[in-house]
Nanobody
């Protein structure tokens, strides 16, 4: 069974930094794209950052220049470094990964349980 476990959320003042981690575990053959999404209260889930297996990254304008996604393929882990945080960054942050489970003939999308990030003004 494959699962994603996130860590690193919390409360921070505006202008501060946080680093989120998400580790994939279980029977994994390979991991393709990995990413972070967030969902603020009363809003739809939105993309924050994505990274391909080769290391190419993409960000929406709202976080570009402030957030950085990276991954350690040996550890099946993806990170999100968040700098210059703003109150509007407050949300539950979810990890996502496209994983090919061992012994199965397809890739599917997996989600973490979410971690709360709160930025105070």
């Amino acid at each position: 069974q494959v699962q994603l476990v996130e860590s690193g959320g919390g409360l921070v003042q505006a202008g501060g930094s946080l680093r989120l981690s998400c580790a994939a575990s279980g029977s994994i053959f390979s991991i393709r794209g990995m990413g972070w999404y967030r969902q603020a209260s009363g809003k739809q889930r939105e993309l924050v950052a994505v990274i391909t297996s080769g290391g190419s990254t993409n960000y929406p304008d709202s976080v570009k220049g402030r957030f950085a996604i990276s991954r350690d393929n040996a550890k099946n882990t993806v990170y999100l470094q968040m700098n210059s945080l703003k109150p509007e960054d407050t949300a539950v942050y979810y990890c996502n990964a496209d994983i090919h489970p061992l012994g199965l003939g397809y890739t599917r999308s997996y989600w973490g349980q979410g971690t709360q990030v709160t930025v105070s003004s």
